[in-house]
């Protein structure tokens, strides 16, 4: 991050080095066959959102080619998140359930998020069973789905049933509640990533893909 395209790199004065100089941290990788990179890394570098905002964002190439924007404020009232629910992809159970409504997540401002689901089709008086964001970003095949979704560098997983991450259903397999929680990310982390709603088993019944909601 710098003060421009072409200024010097962002950090707080009070600091006795550029962290940004050490490119053994700050770095990405692309994939080879798409050149698209899903890289993170964490950096102090002494400022905040305040300090931050309206700074250029510049990414350097391993040839000397940089490539540069600016960082943006996100609009107020971007703070939720919603899906779809469908059938779990290659939904194998027992029993013929076709789970059908809608699961949001609506943020504080502390990045706490209350997530909200109506959905129905579900397994008759299923109680305590698991309602989670995942890792994966699609409900296309079981592998995209992954498994739960949280960062590991802030929090543990609290997508149990202690943490909360639970619904109940009627006689006629039908859940409306929510409940509160953090998983470490944002808004924009979370967003894209599939929602899953499981059986008293544990089996996957139900699967969305969360969208932002304007």
């Not at 994939?31 to 698209?36: A, F, L, N, S």
């Not at 990179?37 to 700074?55: N, V």
């Not at 305590?128 to 992954?146: K, R």
Request: with cysteine.
């Amino acid at each position: 991050i710098k003060e421009s395209c072409n200024g010097m790199n962002l950090y707080h004065p009070s600091m006795a080095s550029d962290p940004w100089a050490d490119s053994s941290e700050n770095y990405f990788i692309t994939d080879p066959t798409t050149t698209e990179t899903k890289s993170a890394f964490t950096i102090d570098f002494g400022l905040g959102y305040a300090a931050t905002k309206g700074s250029a964002m510049v990414i350097s190439t391993p040839d000397g080619d940089n490539w540069c924007g600016y960082l943006m404020s996100p609009p107020s009232n971007f703070n939720s998140l919603a899906a779809t629910v469908g059938t779990y992809p290659e939904y194998s159970g027992s029993k013929e359930l076709t789970p059908t409504g809608m699961i949001s997540l609506k943020y504080g401002i502390d990045g706490t998020f209350t997530y909200s689901f109506k959905v129905e089709g579900l397994e008759p008086n299923c109680e305590g069973c698991g309602i989670h964001v995942h890792a994966g970003v699609s409900c296309e095949t079981h592998a995209q789905v992954m498994g739960h979704g949280w960062n590991q560098a802030f929090v543990r997983d609290l997508w149990t049933a202690t943490g909360g991450a639970v619904y109940s259903t009627d006689a006629e397999g039908y859940a409306e509640g929510e409940f509160f929680l953090y998983n470490g990310f944002d808004i924009f982390s979370n967003m894209n990533h599939a929602v899953v709603i499981h059986a008293q088993d544990g089996a996957r019944l139900g699967c969305g893909v969360l969208k932002l909601v304007a």
